[in-house]
């Protein structure tokens, strides 16, 4: 939330040097403009400032800790304008001097940013630079006269913003930046900014009703105050964490009192005033949390404000709400229940009289119902906790001390769903594991990667703060220990940090720790080196490459694919050594608990909009393949427990990942024997290791003619076609789906391949109903089971690519019974089920007449109305305007006759008919039509007479052919509900139009089957939205020449003749 540069894509591959990101050009550029910066007389000096934010814009952290490193003086720099800034009086003084002098703050503090948040290395580089602390803090001082001055100049506060940002930084990463901080009067001027904070929300939400009306003055943006609230709470926890002097001063000096006035503004809503309040009372209950923290004066201070009740109704009304059966907290109700917890829990702790007031209290508001219970039982762990820390601490010399209190804590993180939050915030208590990673001693190093695996896992805050204490270097240490439970559990902690996080991915490469991983596969089997620490290892190499085409690239070039292929041949041809204790459908978790298998991959992405090609990667999310995604489900650390199976399920996996949408990796895995090693595992009884081959299988051939040449060879499709045909499993089945849908991609061969009448009755049997499903011995279809949605998403795939542009298999498919079975998925609740239907009806009746009058025959083109909208970007729609498009004149003359029978449905006695109707509509009067008749044959008549195509193409043509309203709800997920004659006319005539203004036989059409009769009828009967409509279509129709349009003109006049002569 600290505003970090976003990163641009890293130029830099493999383990080349951060300076290799700038060459000799840009190196001179930046060291020229630095030059000019300090050059108080150079008149450029602020063009070249700007420059100098040029070179960090989007730039990732590697070039960021170049720039701001010791290579450059771009810190020194930046620190001696605000010295400028300090020496004329502040940000508020510089209005009065001259343009050379006038330093941009604004541009100053957001290089800062850049340099030092975005790239936390830089902090101590910063740290080292005489007054950079103390200049910072000088800003805060402006803030009397910056928030007097908002109403003119809101950016003023927005300085003061930046700068607690860059402070907060300094002070969570670097505790010596506290003692400047004090120095520079910081806790005063903190102070002063969260009390100007203060006024401001008590004006905006505090006003009382019994108050006159009072007009607030004019504010700044409420996303800079929501900023600068939550910097100043976050700034003073920091501080108040790493000094006693400065938690004293700022407790009894006047912060903790503001932050109480605030917090009774914010919490005890039901609904905060704004979605961001959220996170401001979060932000002020930790600082509160950290201002009492075993300061009894301070703790008897939320006593004596009447805080106490407060906090507990709010706390009662987050706990209510989360512990209701079949309840949905808010996202509101966790965070504030949580840190209210926190609070509550510091104000007794180490203060025997508060303990009983708070119990006092809690029974007043509870009535010893069950929040006293809650509260209690979390006190006795919170305690429990900070004494098993404080004895580790004393402890520290004796291991057996250290490793017993380690995995009490260990216990403890286990025991409430709220103990790692709480033990998160404990002062120094996640400081505390980091420092026992660095003992030498196994016993207390493995101890201490438990306790850590079991906070991280269950924490995503701890997750977040581990990565900013830069934590991932010490776990790199680990992996160098040779007990291998040390190894493993350091691999999994690894693994959780990179499942979630793009930073830490991105770190694990920076930092050659995704290096070591690999080189720990390479060097399997070994002493050091079993199973379980070639299945972690590999786990995390699945993860770190997780949507890194840089990390990707890494491991190609540092030779880590052969081994990851040598490892999964290993592990294959030891299939049978698997171990009693992981039967077929489970199998031990990381562990050693036996959890059900969820076999997936990586998250499906969406098929491209080629008619041919719907391009998938996986059937599922990979960091939910073990865990299922939420902390609960995460696995216990200990030995892993690992079988040849498992680890060749997951070999599978990483060997997806890193060659997923990567051609050199494809080649290379090709090479190195990947795919005949995939199908020699589908030649298993084991279903999880097929899902998992088959996962892969789709990786290395999607878009790869090398692996789409491989699978054409008869020894190849005869193990999947085998597989299709014998196998069960749903995973199995989705998984072949899918790989036929990219074997056949493009390719001729492939088609002729898979294409056989058994395959094709195979996969529309997945389309069926539940009542006909495939028969070996029969052409139709035959009872069976229902098929799951995804199953059914993946076999429509197959037949979009298996029917592109190859009239065989269309001709197949329609003799099997399969274009009602395709066109019924158009009904499917599921989106994408709908959207693949339309492609592979579209590809079916493209340049096939028997095809489309089966279709139209079938209903399909009512169907196929159904799934069009407005929506320009929309998939589905533009597919099922091609498809009706496609139909050709069995398609038109079935919308012709929809129209016909939606204008018959709109006929009533004309005495039936209001007046209103009539004007509004012009449902009556003949001359109306003629009028209407003559406007469209003569206004601009002449610009009209093009070739057919001439500055038409196709996107054009589908733009002006589909403009529909949505479907009503009804009607949304492609159901059959009623549609109205109006609603009718407002599907058909946009299709219609669409058709005859593009293709000269459709005009034709149109022309021979009296469809111009038809359309001209309903100018009398329609309301204007429709009338217009009709006109376009009839504009459209005589568009071939004006001799052939003036017979078509007579025609249509002939019903409504009418003695007034034409204008």
């Known amino acids: 939330r600290h505003r970090p540069v976003p990163p641009a894509v890293t130029v830099v591959v493999g383990s080349m040097p951060a300076e290799a990101a700038l060459n000799k050009a840009d190196t001179s550029r930046l060291v020229e403009c ?123 506060l927005v300085l003061v913003d930046r700068a607690c940002n860059v402070l907060c930084y300094l002070t969570y990463h670097h505790r010596d930046a506290v003692a400047p901080f004090v120095a520079a009067d910081g806790v005063a001027l903190v102070t002063r900014v969260l009390q100007h904070v203060h006024a401001h929300y008590n004006r905006t939400l505090g006003r009382p009703g019994s108050a006159p009306p009072s007009r607030p003055p004019p504010e700044a943006p409420w996303a800079t105050w929501e900023g600068l609230a939550r910097n100043a709470a976050e700034l003073i926890s920091n501080v108040s964490s790493a000094s006693a002097a400065a938690q ?25 005033a704004h979605a961001s309040h959220t996170w401001v009372a979060e932000e002020l209950l930790l600082a509160a949390s950290k201002l009492i923290w075993c300061l009894p004066r301070a703790q008897t201070m939320l006593l004596e404000a009447g805080m106490l009740e407060t906090l507990l109704r709010a706390l009662g009304l987050c706990y209510s709400r989360i512990s209701a059966p079949g309840g949905m907290p808010t996202q509101h109700d966790i965070v504030l229940y949580q840190a209210t917890v926190l609070l509550m829990l510091n104000v007794q702790l180490e203060n025997k009289p508060m303990l009983d007031e708070v119990g006092v209290a809690i029974e007043r508001v509870s009535r010893g119902g069950e929040l006293a219970a809650r509260l209690r039982a979390l006190s006795a762990v919170y305690d429990q906790m900070f004494d098993v820390c404080e004895h580790i601490d004393l402890n520290h010399f ?47 190093l493995f101890a201490a990667c438990c306790a850590l695996h079991c906070l991280i896992s269950r924490s995503p805050p ?44 991105e770190e694990m490469r920076r930092e050659e720790v995704l290096l070591g991983v690999l080189r720990i596969v390479e060097r399997f089997p070994a002493e050091d080196v079993t199973l379980g620490v070639l299945d972690a290892a590999l786990e995390t190499i699945s993860h770190i490459v997780l949507d890194s085409p840089i990390n990707q690239e890494y491991i190609r070039t540092n030779g880590g694919l052969l081994p990851i292929v040598l490892a999964l041949q290993y592990c294959y041809t030891r ?28 998250p499906a992405t969406a098929p491209t909009a080629s008619r041919g090609r719907d391009h998938h990667h996986g059937y599922g999310t990979l960091s939910e393949r073990h865990w299922g995604g939420d902390g609960d489900s995460w696995p216990e650390a200990g030995e892993h427990v690992a079988d040849a199976l498992k680890v060749t399920e997951t070999a599978c996996w990483a060997l997806g990942n890193v060659v997923f949408r990567h051609r050199e990796n494809q080649r290379e895995a090709l090479q190195a024997g990947g795919l005949a090693s995939c199908l020699r595992l589908l030649e298993t009884p084991e279903p999880d290791a097929q899902v998992a081959a088959l996962n892969l299988l789709v990786n290395l051939t999607d878009t790869n ?56 009755r195979q996969l529309l049997s997945f389309l069926a109903p539940p009542d006909r499903r495939a028969s070996p011995d029969r052409r139709a279809l035959a009872p069976a089971g229902a098929s799951s949605e995804g199953l059914v998403l993946y076999a429509l795939m197959a037949l979009v690519n298996l029917t592109y542009g190859n009239a065989e298999v269309q001709r197949a498919v329609r003799e099997l019974g399969g274009v009602p079975v395709v066109q019924q998925q158009l009904t499917s609740p599921m989106y ?50 091609s498809t009706i498009c496609q139909l050709g004149e069995a398609g038109l003359c079935r919308l012709l006759s929809l129209v016909t029978q939606a204008a018959a449905g709109l006929r009533e006695p004309a005495a039936g008919r209001t007046g209103r109707q009539s004007e509004a509509g012009g449902y009556g009067g003949a001359p109306r039509a003629v009028r209407v008749q003559d406007e469209m044959l003569e206004e601009d008549f002449d610009d009209m007479d093009l070739e057919d195509g001439d500055g038409i193409d196709e996107a054009v043509s589908v733009t002006v052919a589909r403009k529909p309203p949505p479907p009503p709800l009804g009607r949304e ?91």
């Open 398 to 444: 004796h291991s057996d001390e250290v490793v017993g209190g380690l995995q009490l804590v260990t216990r403890l993180l286990s025991s409430e769903e709220e103990a790692p939050y709480l033990f998160v915030h404990m002062n120094g208590r996640l400081d505390l594991l980091m420092r026992c990673l660095s003992n030498i001693d196994e016993e207390v």
């Open 575 to 602: 299939l049978g050594e698997r171990s009693a204790s992981a039967p077929n459908r489970h199998r031990a978790a990381l562990g050693g608990a036996t959890t059900t298998i969820d076999r997936t991959a990586r």
């Open 832 to 881: 994408e089920v709908r959207r693949s239907a339309s492609f592979c009806l579209g590809n079916m009746v493209k340049d096939n007449s028997q095809n489309a009058a089966a279709l139209v025959a079938s209903g399909g083109v009512e169907l196929l109305l159904l799934c069009l909208n407005d929506e320009d970007e929309d998939e589905l729609s533009k597919t099922a305007y």
């Open 705 to 760: 003619l090398e692996a789409q040449r491989i699978l054409s060879a008869p020894a190849s499709s005869e193990v999947l076609l085998s597989l299709l045909a014998s196998s069960t499993d749903d995973g199995v089945l989705r998984g072949l789906c899918l790989l036929l849908s990219h074997a056949v991609w493009n390719h001729r061969p492939n088609q002729e391949v898979y294409g056989s009448h058994s395959t094709l």
């Open 973 to 1063: 997920a492609g159901g059959s509900a009623a549609v109205s004659p109006v609603e009718r006319l407002e599907l058909c005539l946009p299709v219609v139009n669409g058709m005859v203004y593009t293709l000269a036989e459709m005009r034709q059409v149109l022309a021979d089957r009296g469809g111009l009769d038809t359309i001209l009828g309903l100018l009398l009967t329609t309301p204007p939205h429709v009338q217009a409509r009709t006109r376009r279509v009839c504009n459209a129709g005589k568009r071939p020449s004006v001799p052939r349009a003036l017979p078509l003109l007579e025609k249509m006049r002939a019903p409504h003749e009418v003695a007034a002569p034409l204008p």
């Open 34 to 156: 630095i030059r000019t910066v300090a050059d108080r007389s150079n008149p450029n000096r602020w063009v070249a400032l700007e420059q100098l934010r040029y070179f960090c814009d989007g730039a990732d952290t590697e070039l960021l800790e170049v720039i701001g490193g010791s290579r450059f003086s771009s810190l020194g720099v930046l620190v001696g304008l605000l010295q400028e800034v300090d020496d004329l009086g502040g940000p508020s003084a510089l209005a009065g001097t001259c343009e050379l002098a006038r330093v941009p703050v604004g541009f100053v503090l957001q290089l800062l940013e850049a340099l030092l948040c975005s790239a936390p290395n830089n902090l101590e580089a910063y740290l080292k630079v005489d007054h950079g602390v103390r200049l910072l803090v000088r800003l805060l001082a402006s803030v009397d006269v910056l928030a007097q001055s908002q109403a003119t100049d809101p950016s003023g």
């Open 462 to 505: 701890a997750r977040l703060l581990f990565l900013r204490k830069r934590g991932i270097g010490q776990l790199f240490d680990c992996l160098h220990d040779y007990n291998t439970s040390i190894i493993t559990t350091s691999l999994q902690i690894l693994c959780l940090l990179a499942a979630e996080s793009e930073a830490a991915r």
């Open 248 to 272: 004293r001063d700022l407790a009894l000096g006047g912060a903790l009192r503001t932050v109480l006035d605030m917090l009774s503004l914010f919490i005890g809503k039901a609904v905060p």
